[in-house]
Structure formats: C-alpha cells, structure tokens
Nanobody, 113 residues
C-alpha cells in the first residue's frame, strides 16, 4: 500500500547538522508534492518545507537559510538537510503527501548539548 517512511533523525548538538530522508512507496511519487512538517512537545504541527512535483522548493521563514529540501524522483525519496540546528528545532519531523492524504510515522530530532 502507499506509504511514507522517514529516517535520519537523532541527537545533535546546537550548530550541528542532520539530513532526513523520506522514502515513498506504493504510489507514483513523481506526481505528488511532498512537504515536511514538525511537531514539538505541547505545540501544534507546523509546516517546514515543500518540494513540489515540478521541482520547486520553499521553506518556512523560521528555517529559511538553515534548512533545504530536495527530492529524487528516480529514487522515490525526499530529503531535508538541516544545518545550524538550534534547541527550538527539537521535534518529531514528518513527511507528508497532501494530495494523497499520506503521513509518515515521523522521526525524532533532538538538539541538545
């Protein structure tokens, strides 16, 4: 069945980097926009970045310049490169295919010294 699986989360020190990957299966990945969201404890889920099916990308203001999103339709993957991580980036990160109504299970990112 159609699914999204995220991996690459972990514990990182402030100023460090992580690269998250979202692997898609069971649907024609290249036909769909993919977004990254995150949810910190006690907070609402918030949009982070988007990579459209046509290859356009954009990110929320609070991560712009630090995060970058990309996709590889040949591999059915989308990635989120996160640099300059700060404590406030601690959250569970999800990938989402809005037109499919699909969410991944999430991957935890913890920024801590």
């Amino acid at each position: 069945q159609a699914q999204l699986v995220e991996f690459g989360g972990g514990l990182v020190q402030p100023g460090g980097s992580l690269r998250l990957t979202c692997a898609a299966s069971g649907f024609p990945f290249s036909n769909y926009d993919i977004s990254w969201y995150r949810q910190a404890p006690t907070k609402e889920r918030e949009w982070v970045c988007r990579a459209t099916k046509t290859g356009m990308t954009n990110c929320a203001e609070h991560v712009k310049g630090r995060f970058a999103v990309s996709r590889d339709s040949a591999k059915n993957t989308a990635s989120l490169q996160m640099d300059g991580l700060i404590f406030e980036d601690t959250a569970v990160y999800y990938c989402h295919a809005p037109s499919r109504g699909l969410w991944g299970q999430g991957t935890q990112v913890t920024v801590s010294s």
